[in-house]
């Protein structure tokens, strides 16, 4: 038992920090990879959080798709608070009470019906289920096919793999040269696609069903239906990239169920646990049985904590109904947005919607949006996106709209 000490060596070494608030820290201290922070918050509730100076703030990006039970929801803050208490962390050497339900509750939305159960694999990111998921891919499908087909401007994440899958050229030329063997066609065009797999050699086509990262850009249903047709012919897996999309954010608890396709993989993270790092890999049984023991692992996926984290937050998430909640309010939301001034079009499903502006003035309404007490997300220069909480009010739909009215004008 480690007793807590009045004064310590801790309070002393930080004493003699020099503290500005947590925006001018940050900078101080931490890589500017993110560029300079937007803004420091210390607590949050619902859609709602509160910065250093106590202001209040409608959270429209819910820690970009991640918060959909909103801030420190109780079920989910009790639970990891009482796990907190009974145990944190052992191993993958050893099994826990937690993971296995995670697991179960995962294959049950993924793949309701009888006979079409998988396996899951968790570690702590979106990034590195999507690596894990290339793995499997190249794993079941062998050393002579050892392509991955992305899309062009997907987004998988920023580790070498998921990076090299990913398809957008501006965030991966300076880390060349990237992992060989994968290209990437633009979504919608069948005939592309089908000359890629013609080639030879594809273990897996890897796609998010809406390019999030990319604008919110809806990947067309006719092609979604092509791309399993051409899998199935050319014996590729798919491995669909729901990190942002699943977990009810679009309507549906995943994305691929609006459009009647059965992925052979499913990569999932962001809202799973509500805000504690989870990922997950979900992968049809018979693909499931090619990673054997010593195959691949990360020392803190499926830990106790973190899957306490996620199993509070995915039945909460059953509880009320959050694909019902996302189609609702989403319904709301886009309505309020067609019909804001300055905005020229509305894309995405749920409460995944991107606003394309009829000016190239998304980071600057963003910043006056956020002066004015509401968070949104500019993607280059004329998309905002949004993804607030599930639970969000028509109250707080509302208001966000109003203030959003200003910022345009
Ligand atoms: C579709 C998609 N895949 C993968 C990732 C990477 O996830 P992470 O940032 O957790 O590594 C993201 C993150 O935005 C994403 O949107």
Excluded at 89 to 110: G, Q
Excluded at 384 to 391: H, I
Aim: proline share 5%.
């Amino acid at each position: 038992m480690i007793d807590a000490v009045t004064v310590s060596p801790s309070d002393v070494m930080l004493g003699e920090m020099e503290i500005h608030g947590a925006v001018a820290d940050t900078a101080r201290y931490l890589m500017n990879n993110y560029g300079a922070p937007k803004a420091g918050f210390v607590s949050g509730r619902g859609a709602t959080l509160i910065d250093e100076s106590g202001r209040e703030v409608l959270d429209f990006l819910g820690g970009i798709a991640v918060c959909s039970l909103g801030h420190c929801p109780p079920s989910v803050s009790d639970a990891i608070a009482a796990q907190a208490h009974k145990l944190i962390h052992t191993s993958n050497y050893f099994a826990n009470l937690e993971a296995p339900k995670v697991a179960y509750l995962i294959d049950r939305l993924v793949a309701p019906s009888p006979g079409e159960e998988g396996r899951v694999f968790f570690a702590n990111s979106g990034a590195e289920v999507n690596e894990a998921a290339i793995k499997l891919a190249r794993r079941y499908a062998g050393p002579e096919r050892t392509r991955v087909v992305g899309l062009k401007d997907g987004f998988h994440g920023r580790t070498m793999g998921a990076l090299s899958a990913t398809g957008q050229e501006g965030k991966k030329t300076a880390f060349q040269p990237l992992v060989p063997g994968f290209s990437h066609v633009e979504a919608g065009d069948t005939e592309a696609l089908e000359a890629e797999l013609a080639k030879g050699g594809v273990a897996a086509v890897i796609m998010e069903p809406i390019l999030g990262e990319a604008g919110v850009i809806e990947v067309p249903a006719a092609f979604i239906a092509s791309v399993r047709e051409l899998c199935d012919q050319f014996g590729a897996l798919l491995i669909l990239d729901e990190v942002q999309t699943g977990f009810g954010r679009t309507g549906k608890w995943f994305a691929f169920q609006h459009f009647g396709v059965k992925p052979d993989v499913v990569t999932m993270a962001k809202a799973i646990a509500s805000g504690f790092p989870v990922g997950a890999l979900w992968a049809r049984a018979e693909v499931a049985k090619a990673f054997l023991p010593g195959d691949h692992g990360t020392t803190f996926g499926g830990q106790p904590l973190a899957m306490a984290a996620a199993l509070a937050t995915i039945t909460t998430m059953i509880d009320i109904d959050a694909p019902a909640l996302a189609a609702e309010r989403g319904a709301s939301l886009a309505r309020g947005l067609a019909s804001t001034p300055g905005i020229a079009s509305v894309s995405g499903k749920g409460l995944l919607l991107g606003a394309t502006l009829k000016s190239a003035a998304a980071p600057e309404v963003a910043k006056r949006s956020l002066e004015l007490g509401l968070i949104v997300n500019a993607i280059g220069t004329s998309v905002l996106r949004f993804a607030p909480p599930l639970v969000v009010t028509e109250f707080e739909i509302d208001r966000a709209l109003e203030i959003l009215k200003v910022a345009i004008s």
